[in-house]
């Protein structure tokens, strides 16, 4: 990783207005005359800044503005206000160069040719970016070595498994090595085998090219995976800039113990500890400030008869859901 | 030349290619299509017969019976010929978002349809030449139509200018759907109206003088019911020119309007995100 800005966003905003429509015929013929106009803000103001070779995720739940902030990044949209550069272009200019240079996968819509193999498409993307024979030639074969799709060239991609088709999305994307590769939901609706493969498989592309990647996920795993840096993004805000496991640190540094008892306990002793989450008399989990951790662990090994113990951190996914909660 | 255009060219070769191939692609439906050409010309053969029949005079709307049976044989294979089809794929590209890989990639929207229809007209054009040009020649020969067989290389670039007017007025017609939702109907609709406005059904002037005044002004016409009526002798050398000047005129001119369309469509796609 280099420290040469590769996207530089600062203060973006988009908002998308959307007419209001109450149940039944009634309003559907008002509407008709007078429609009440609402506008919603998908992304309020965001700024980060992306390094050339880094690898980040973002992460946040349905709606939270992660496909519409990629769209912006990739000059599909136009944002409401704000700034972005990617490449030191500014995406929604929309030039050639820009284009050359960067790549947007998409893992709900197609960029291949639905009638024909997949290596139509693919050669029909080496004259789109004009590619010479010997580069296409040795990427095409580069890549279906990698993804291991070389024997389903040749197959009509409706014929394909969405897995295999999102291996050709991917092949589709990197031919023309774009410095910048922005991914939606690479990973949405594959198996886990397959999302295991496409994961590796863009750690190691990342490594070896030093291209730059961006990606979505509602999963966490790919991102804990992939990225050594994540974004939450809840309700158009960044609501988390850093490593994921690292996400806990916002919550006022707390730590879980796991016991499990020789004999039943009673439930108000415990309680004096901390926040008693689970309880059933034989079995807690207890929730403990870090400060006081080795003090509490004493007493409580001194005054009950404990048969297991454990202490942990509090699990990522709880500090995610969190997050989207207070944002 | 230099790289850029060559690069240029290329590009839009190997898309022509591919409407080709996809055009290949599914060869029962290739056949179909010519096939389908055919059952239009023959419920009109018995429509014209029974109207004819019924009727005291020789001519009817001053056509002959076999004059009118060349007409609708010729607009018959004419109509198949220009068809389009690709404004339903745009405007599932404009629903569903699959303009947004056009915006990404450096290749323009307007030159892609173009090349691949064009491509995936090709091979189809060229079976279609073949069935009019034998048709042309039963119908001088065998059925002693009057048919200016000698002006074909006309009809030929009569027949280009004819599909990129197609091509463009459809293109037009498809980005409505940058502002409607519910396209479909309307799709099917102005399908009709355009095809008769061309003559793609009845000759146009069996509508009435008020209505030809009225078509005269509009590119339709310049679809069909032209090439028939230069191949048919209906209109001198003279009338033939002016008619390619017009087609010209008007490939420019909807070539224009289109683009201004797209464009307009664009800011909207844009601002509402695909």
Redesign the interface.
């Known amino acids: 990783m280099s420290d040469i800005t590769a996207i530089e966003v600062k203060d973006l905003i988009?908002s998308?207005s959307y007419y209001k429509k109450e149940l039944g015929l009634k309003n559907s013929i008002k509407n008709l005359f007078k429609r009440e106009q609402l506008i919603k803000e998908a992304v309020k103001g965001i700024s980060f800044n992306i390094s050339e070779g880094e690898i980040v995720g973002f992460l946040g739940p349905n709606g939270a503005g992660k496909t519409?902030t990629l769209?912006m990044l990739?000059?599909?949209?136009?944002p409401t206000d704000g700034y972005a550069t990617v490449l030191g272009q500014v995406p929604?200019e929309?030039k050639?160069d820009f284009?050359?240079n960067?790549?947007?996968v998409?893992g709900q819509?197609s960029?291949l040719?639905w009638?024909?193999p997949a290596n139509?498409s693919l050669?029909?993307?080496k004259?789109?970016?004009?590619i010479n024979d010997n580069e296409y030639k040795f990427s095409l074969e580069e890549l279906t070595e990698l993804l291991d799709v070389k024997e389903l060239l040749k197959v009509q991609v409706r014929r394909l498994s969405l897995g295999e088709r999102m291996k050709m999305e991917i092949i589709a994307a990197l031919i023309h090595k774009p410095k910048v590769i922005l991914l939606d939901e690479p990973t949405i609706g594959l198996d886990i085998i397959s999302q295991k493969k496409i994961r590796e498989f863009l750690k190691f592309y990342n490594q070896e090219n030093k291209t730059t990647i961006i990606l979505t996920s509602h999963y966490m795993k790919d991102i804990e995976e992939m990225c050594k840096r994540t974004l939450i993004i809840n309700e158009g805000i960044i609501a988390y800039d850093g490593e994921l496991s690292k996400i806990n640190d916002v919550f006022g540094h707390k730590k879980i113990i796991k016991l499990s008892f020789e004999e039943q306990i009673d439930k108000k002793d415990l309680e004096k500890f901390g926040n008693l989450r689970t309880f059933d008399g034989f079995n807690a989990t207890l929730e403990v400030d870090k400060s006081t951790i080795r003090s509490c662990s004493y007493d409580i090994l001194n005054r009950f008869p404990a048969a297991d113990f454990n202490i942990e951190d509090i699990p990522v996914e709880e500090g995610i859901s969190l997050l989207y909660k207070r944002g | 030349m230099s790289i850029q255009s060559v690069?240029w060219v290329?590009?839009y070769?190997?898309?022509f290619i591919?409407g080709v191939?996809?055009s290949m692609?599914?060869r029962a439906d290739f056949l179909l299509t010519i096939f389908s050409a055919f059952v239009p010309i023959v419920i009109q053969y018995f429509l014209w017969s029974a109207i004819f029949n019924n009727s005291s005079e020789a001519k009817v709307y001053g056509y002959t019976f076999t004059q009118m049976i060349t007409y609708s044989i010729l607009s018959g294979i004419f109509s198949k010929l220009l068809a389009t089809g690709f404004e339903w794929e745009v405007a599932s590209d404009i629903k569903?978002?699959?303009l947004?890989?056009f915006?990404?990639?450096?290749?323009g929207y307007f030159l892609y349809r173009i090349s691949n229809f064009l491509g995936g007209k090709f091979i189809n054009s060229i079976v279609m030449m073949f069935i009019t040009l034998s048709t042309l020649v039963v119908l001088k020969y065998y059925l002693r139509n009057q048919i200016e067989i000698e002006r074909i290389f006309f009809l030929l670039v009569i027949l280009f200018l004819a599909l990129l007017l197609n091509f463009l007025i459809f293109f037009c017609v498809s980005t409505l759907a940058f502002w409607m939702i519910e396209i479909w109907q309307v799709f099917t609709i102005l399908g009709i109206v355009i095809n008769v406005a061309s003559g793609g059904i009845f000759p146009l002037d069996i509508f009435g003088k008020k209505f030809l005044r009225v078509i005269e002004f509009l590119p339709f016409k310049y679809t069909i019911y032209f090439p028939i009526n230069v191949i048919s002798g209906k209109l001198n050398y003279n009338d033939l020119s002016k008619g390619i000047l017009i087609q010209l005129f008007w490939v420019v001119f909807l070539f224009i309007l289109s683009n201004y369309l797209w464009k307009k469509g664009m800011k909207k796609y844009?601002?509402?995100?695909?």
């Open positions: 988009k998308f519409t769209k990739s000059g599909i949209l136009f929604w929309r050639k284009k050359m960067i790549s947007i998409m819509k960029q040719w009638d024909l139509e050669y029909l993307n004259y789109i970016y004009e | 690069n290329k590009k070769t190997r898309v591919l191939q996809s692609e599914y569903s978002g699959g947004n890989k915006i990404v990639q450096p290749i844009v601002a509402v995100g695909g």
